[in-house]
């Protein structure tokens, strides 16, 4: 997926800010001087403290300070939905919006990238998965210079250059100044009484509520997410009843020690204590709520809350109103960016995890989570060539936590065709919605257990082909479409044996046969377009046999294919290869020179694929649109655009496919720009290009060229 760009206009993912940060004034002077890419000396930078004492705030508010000062970006990693070490690479990808193609080591690719820029990481969460992290980390700071990271996490990660920051709880002070207005108070009071007057319109610090607040700060140690967690529930309890609830539950220090409740610091303990406080406090189907959701991983919807929660004494027309008394309580918050959307803080949900497996339920709740998203993902497949497809692209892309942690589940059940079916669909939307490392990790642990014929079975290996075919592994999608010939053949769906022509012709196009692809697309029968996946696959075999027409020089034979995708596409209202026709049909425009129609038909190609994520389509159809800017005669434009189809290529790590033929054009394009521009105007304007993020390079190619 593409990067993001923050306020003020700089480069990188971090969520906007939705409440107020508190304190912390000491430590963020620290962080400034640590973070300085010039000169700071902290290249890993770990906040350490107990869950619940604010090292995810301070480390977003940290890095949004710094931000002016990284020209490659500020980019947050979260952590907290993965489930094995493994997968932390996968997850600095999908936070940088590296839309991978290749096929190289996760790592080999992020040190290939960062290897020239300055850029901070933030990786979030770091304690369960520390191995993975420290590894990451190992292996990328040699590989470029000007690449920080700062962590969170409850344990340091080990590397030798770490520079660890404890983070304490707040300073408590003692109300004395909110009573006698000599002073403000501590920090842990301030968000006392911030959040406070989000639960009660009208609540102040003054005489008679700073010496009870400061006690109830006091109680809580300081922690941020326990005072949050208390007073949230001034909505419903005055503070002196706060107060004495909190004085009759958390037992003192002394007594956790004598009891031995919890291995761990005390101030973990006391977290768990404060929110035990809380979950004691809920209504009892507000704790089974609070328990069943924490199944979900990046947050939910109502419907899916509904779906995956609902039973039992929990009837599902129940939760809304559940839901939102746990809003209320600040068990459960709204998404930073979605507010229809809700997630649960790690501390949070690994209590609802907890109580969750005390109520034997566990197994249970993961295999109703498990179905939810497989039914999610069966209808993206079934309604993918149709008019939701953009909705589903979108969806896939929300849902992308919860989807690998039901490809966990289906996996680690062992139950071999529920396993097949769910890499099968999922796999076939990742490789359409931009994770293919991820769609073919997937999809390679469900083939090599020899899983059995059937209609599965080939969407899997389609989509496994598919996926070789973007990444450039020309060896595998021979491999893989050969399967899945034989398993089409087998299986006697006469749309399946066409939709494996695609990527049977598609490996022959890539290598540079264009006469036996030619033979082997041709060949498919033009049956009526189906709704699904299958249905995508037949417009893909067209869209296949378009390039080979345009690679060969018949442009008639290319605009003829094209129209009829096209006409296709719009009839359904798919995007995917309706956006590749408007581009092929371009190149078409352009050999003809039509060259208002080119940059007409490439513009609105750029448009389809960048609303679907399709980097790769955005990265070809820039090259088709400078091959029509520099025919205007606008060179500074064209080196432009060639510079922003570049950035693109590099993020995708697979220069035109492994194309030669692309290959070859791409060089015969950037040699043309650069003798009519000469060397020094050429490379002033390719800077520019260069300088572009991505939203403001797409901004840049859609623009009417007459415009500017």
Known sequence: MPENTTAGGRTGNLPPETRSFVGRRRELARLDALLDPDAGPGRLVTLVGTGGVGKTRLALDA???????????????????????????????????????STSPVTEVLADWLADKKALIVLDSCEHVLQGCADLVRALLPAAPGLRFLATSREHLGHPCELRLRI??????????????GGPPGDALD????????????????????????????RLDGIPLAIELAAARLGELSLGELDERLGERLPSPLDLLAAGLDEGPLRHRTLRTAIGW?????????RLLWARLSVFTGGFDLAAAE????GGPLPAGRIAALLERLVEQSIVLRHRTAPRRFQLLDSVRDYGGDWLRALGEERTLRLRHLDHYRGLARGGCTEWNTGRQLLWCQRVITEHANLRTAMDCALSERDGPTALRTAADIGFLWRHCGYLREARHCLDQVLTTDPAPGPDLVRALWARAAVALLQGDLDSAE?????????????GDAVAVVGAAYVTGGHLLLRGRLGDALVVLEAADLLPVRDDWLGSAQLQVRLALCLVHLLSGDFTGARTVADEVRAESARRGERWAGAFADCFLAQADLAEGDLPAATRNARTAVVGHSLLNNTLGVALTLDVLADAVVATGDGPRAARLLAIGQRIWERLGSAQMQSPDLMSARRARE????????????????AEGLAMSYERGIAYAVQDVRSG
Do not use: I
């Open 278 to 286: 809380s979950h004691e406090l809920c209504a009892p189907l507000e």
């Open 479 to 491: 491999r893989w479409a050969a399967v899945c010939t034989a398993a089409a053949v087998e299986q």
């Open 307 to 310: 779906n995956v929660c609902s």
């Open 671 to 686: 040699d043309l720009v650069h003798e009519k521009l000469g060397s020094e105007a050429y490379a002033r304007a390719y």
């Open 63 to 101: 890095a949004r300070r710094a931000s002016h000062r990284y020209p490659d970006g500020v980019w947050f990693a979260e952590l907290s939905p993965l489930r094995a070490q493994g997968l932390v690479g996968f997850a600095v990808v999908e936070a940088l919006r590296l839309a991978d193609q």
């Open 168 to 181: 304490d709880p707040l300073p408590l002070g003692d109300g004395e100044g909110a009573r006698t207005g």
């Open 191 to 218: 968000l006392f009484a911030q959040r406070a007057a989000e639960a009660r319109a009208g609540f102040v610090l003054d005489e008679e509520t700073a010496g009870p607040a400061a006690a109830v700060c006091r």
